[in-house]
Antibody
Framework: EVQLLESGGGLVQPGGSLRLSCAAS????????MSWVRQVPGKGLEWVSA????????YYADSVKGRFTISRDNSKNTLYLQMNSLRSEDTAVYYC??????????????WGQGTLVSVSS | QSALTQPRSVSGSPGQSVTISCTGS???????VSWYQQRPGKAPKLMIY???KRPSGVPDRFSASRSGNTASLTISGLQAEDEADYYC???????????FGGGTEVTVL
């Protein structure tokens, strides 16, 4: 059974940093692209970033480019999102999601339960 | 990275059909369109991928198509359990960026 478990969310001040993790199990992690998608409570989904299975190709939304870094450790079956220079508008639930293909970042067939990031002073 | 345009809400009675549209630029809505269902407090669930394909376990009441710049999701034989938010998604002009629609709330009357 595919499982994705996010962790690392919490309250952080504007300008601060946070690293999210997503522990994956139930599939061959290195064979699939992975993504981060966020959602402001009560609002729609926003794609944040994606990475291919090997970890050598990464993509970012304009809203986070230069501030967030996606990475993965295939030996630990874990996806990461390093978030720096956080802003109030980054407040959201962050989901990690598995792609159906590699590469391929649109068809996200499994999602974690999400972790809440709150940016506030 | 403009969002895809979806109606904010659609509704129908049990047994009826509803269709949700998803409109983007010619470079957005291409070969790779997916649809997600999200119930309150839950993570999104993939309902359609590659424009028209259903993952195993998704009822065949859910179908999808694309015409030009518009993709569509149709729910036939509407059931109470179909009440949720639905999002479309596609690449945004290139294969290096992804965009979601604003979401459509489906209400079963």
């Amino acid at each position: 059974e595919v499982q994705l478990l996010e962790s690392g969310g919490g309250l952080v001040q504007p300008g601060g940093s946070l690293r999210l993790s997503c522990a994956a199990s139930g599939f061959t992690f290195s064979s699939y692209a992975m993504s981060w998608v966020r959602q402001v409570p009560g609002k729609g989904l926003e794609w944040v970033s994606a990475i291919n299975g090997g970890g050598d190709s990464t993509y970012y939304a304009d809203s986070v480019k230069g501030r967030f870094t996606i990475s993965r450790d295939n030996s630990k079956n874990t996806l990461y999102l390093q978030m720096n220079s956080l802003r109030s508008e980054d407040t959201a639930v962050y989901y990690c999601a598995k792609s159906k293909y590699n590469p391929g970042y649109v068809n996200l067939d499994y999602w974690g339960q999400g972790t809440l990031v709150s940016v506030s002073s | 990275q403009s969002a895809l345009t979806q109606p904010r809400s659609v509704s129908g009675s049990p047994g009826q059909s509803v269709t949700i549209s998803c409109t983007g630029s010619s470079s957005d809505v291409g070969t790779y369109v997916s649809w997600y269902q999200q119930r309150p407090g839950k993570a999104p669930k993939l309902m359609i991928y590659d424009v028209t394909k259903r993952p195993s376990g998704v009822p065949d009441r859910f179908s999808a198509s694309r015409s030009g710049n518009t993709a569509s999701l149709t729910i036939s034989g509407l059931q109470a359990e179909d009440e949720a938010d639905y999002y479309c998604s596609s690449y945004a002009g290139s294969y290096s960026s992804v965009v979601f629609g604003g979401g459509t709330e489906v209400t079963v009357l």
